[in-house]
């Protein structure tokens, strides 16, 4: 079992930047990989951006160039970097982690780009 605890999120301004975090604990040594995803009201939870054992990262054509995933150095945390945000980046933020085949996913955060 992985549980995962976010941090970070509110409300920026278009053109801003937020910084998101996402704690890992349980049976990190069994995680493959982890993420972020992201959910607006009566759409499906698209995948944003995830990094791989081996640091391989892979993004959503849509935040490419704005949005930086990174591990922290003990590897059970991950962050996004989120510059040059924009209305449509507005969703809730959910951390995700792939262990063993399994999904787990974090309790989500909100994001609101608004002027």
């Known amino acids: 079992q992985v549980q995962l605890v976010e941090s970070g999120g509110g409300l920026v301004q278009p053109g801003g930047s937020l910084s998101l975090s996402c704690v890992a604990s349980?049976?990190?040594?069994?995680?493959?990989?982890m993420g972020w995803y992201r959910q607006v009201p009566g759409k499906e939870r698209d995948l944003v951006a995830t990094?791989?054992?081996?640091?391989?990262?892979k993004y959503a054509d849509s935040v490419k160039g704005r949005f930086t995933i990174s591990r922290g150095s003990a590897k059970n945390t991950v962050y996004l970097q989120m510059n040059s945000l924009k209305p449509e980046d507005t969703a809730v933020y959910y951390c995700?982690?792939?262990?063993?085949?399994?999904?787990?996913w974090g309790q989500g955060t909100q994001v609101t780009v608004s002027s």
């Open positions: 349980g049976s990190i040594f069994s995680i493959n990989a």
């Open positions: 990094i791989i054992s081996g640091d391989s990262t």
């Open positions: 995700n982690a792939i262990a063993r085949g399994a999904y787990y």
